[in-house]
């Protein structure tokens, strides 16, 4: 094509497309691809100067394929006006109370397209005339968020209907393109039996732990080879002494509104004095998304999944 070639390549099994080089990768259904396959043709794209990739997908689960993506992007969303009032916002499916500036919505008893602001309904003409407006401007990735609701032949019957007959994540992947995180997906059995290991950890390295804090505490203990301990207690001195006896580098634990372990835990994991070992500190840290500390010797993300639970953060 005008000197030019387009080679159309899969993903799945091997392929003669490693040995091509490319000045722009287009792939489709990014999260439905062998991902490790995607990574090669990567580095197909080293011998050029203008190393394109275009990236398109229904989203599968957080952080995985496209949505990795989307979150490095400047996340344009799609910006439509309420013709009753003018008030100009993205439209998702979920009312949104008490925010400063909630997007539009679809009224499940009404069935209809609503204004977050009026309430009105938000015509068809409404919904298709619109702008992109990047949530982060000025990212070098350029991502753009498509769901069925942008659709101005669809209407609000129609998706209110498939959101009551399909699965949940089948309404996220596909009709609101967004990632969906579902228990059974994300870790199962087969996950879990893979990373079993029969070796036994040597316990060299420097090791962390985690703990739910409650009424009944669980611990996890492990450090780069992986977990070697876990278990639960009701007594913060359990939990003191396994500090001691493994010689904790970080512990991490949650505030939670149990007041009576409250002022024990705070003891044991909020000063320093009462539970540094000879390597570390311990901190106690709030639990909510993105907070970020540093220690001396950790740099840490606190990334709550309720899938997975407190112990796997740590
Ligand atoms: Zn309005």
Known sequence: MGG?????????????????????NIHDEVDRSDLKTLDTYKSRLAASDFKGEWIFSNPSQPNIGVDRYWKLSDQKHWFIKCSHCGYERYLTYWKKEGVKRPPHYVDEDREIFACGKCHKELSDEDRRVGRWVAKYPGREISGYWITQLMCAWISAKEIINTKKTTTTEYFYNFVMGMPYASKDVSIDRGVISRNMTGEKNPMTKPCAMGVDNGVLKHYVIGNEDGIFAYGA??????????????????????????????????????????????????IIWESYNGARTRTSAWSIRIETRPWIGWSMIS
């Open 233 to 282: 207690t009701e007594k913060w001195s359990d939990i003191e002494r396994l500090l001691k006896r493994y010689d904790i580098m970080l512990a991490l634990s949650m505030r939670t509104p149990i007041l009576r372990t409250q002022r024990s835990s705070n003891r044991l994991i909020g000063e320093r004095s009462s539970l540094a070992t000879s390597k570390g500190i311990g």
């Open 4 to 24: 030019s070639f387009i080679w159309y390549l899969g993903t799945i099994g091997k392929s003669k497309g490693i040995m091509l080089s490319s000045d722009l």
